[in-house]
């Protein structure tokens, strides 16, 4: 049974999570602007005696938060480095469905439309399905103003996510197909645990170099280290 440690920095909460022998212990704030200072208390709090033992570091990938999955990004190399471990990167938007099912805002089943506010009106959304207790995806992440929104399928869906704060922007028929929704919503660390230990399982695993977030925008750029060049 691995030990993973897990960060989310990619929305307004900040999160850790770690996993071992079985067990979750986590940490979980609503920080606005105070990812840097946070995410490091709290991984000093779960691993008082450092990371050693740690098998792997999952992580929100994004979208999201561009200064979060930065800063989120670097504790990822850096542990990773530091312990010769990989990462596995899962989905704000599909952790995010995982927090909604332990909250018990979904059921097995249930399409989702999950979404994240990305700022300049635009919202980042995804479609999702809960099969065996794990988000399975329907569609990629995108980015799109809100009035420009299509919701495939025919199953009305549970809108979850911040993004729903362009509700009244959204199409009629849009607003009109969704069956509950949660706008409240924010992701946690310790719900990207299952899809990271179903990746692990099946030997998905990102190396450190490899640490990129997903911004879904195209002219959004982060070069992995390999790229960076020698430091100034």
């Known amino acids: 049974m691995p030990t993973l440690l897990a960060i989310d920095a990619s929305t307004e909460a900040c999160s850790a999570a770690l996993y071992r022998d079985g067990e979750v212990e ?4 609503h920080a606005p602007r105070r990812h840097n200072q ?7 709090d779960l691993l008082p005696d450092g990371p ?17 999955l930065r800063i989120a990004a670097s504790a990822v190399q850096g542990i990773c480095f530091a312990l010769d471990c990989p990462a596995l990167p899962v989905s704000t938007l599909a952790g995010q469905v995982q927090t909604a099912l332990r909250q018990g805002l979904l059921v097995e089943g249930e399409s989702v439309f999950s979404c994240l506010d990305a700022q300049i009106n635009e919202l980042y959304w995804a479609s999702y399905r809960v099969q065996q207790g794990m988000a399975v995806p329907l569609t990629e992440a995108a980015v799109c103003r809100p009035e420009a929104l299509q919701v495939p399928g025919d ?12 509700l009244e922007r959204l199409p009629a028929a849009v607003q009109a197909r969704f069956a509950s929704r949660h706008a409240e919503l924010l992701p946690d660390a310790r719900d990207l645990l299952p899809l990271a230990l179903a990746d692990w399982e099946a030997g998905r695993l990102q ?12 002219e959004i750029g982060w070069k992995k280290l390999s790229e960076q060049g020698p430091a100034a």
């Open 26 to 29: 986590a940490r979980w704030e």
């Open 38 to 44: 946070r995410l490091l208390a709290m991984l000093a």
């Open 52 to 68: 050693r033992g740690v098998d792997a570091v999952a992580w929100a990938c994004g979208p999201g938060s561009f200064t979060g």
């Open 155 to 166: 199953v009305p869906p549970v809108a979850i996510g911040s993004g729903l704060v362009y």
């Open 207 to 218: 190396a450190a170099e490899a640490v990129c977030p997903v911004y879904v925008r195209d």
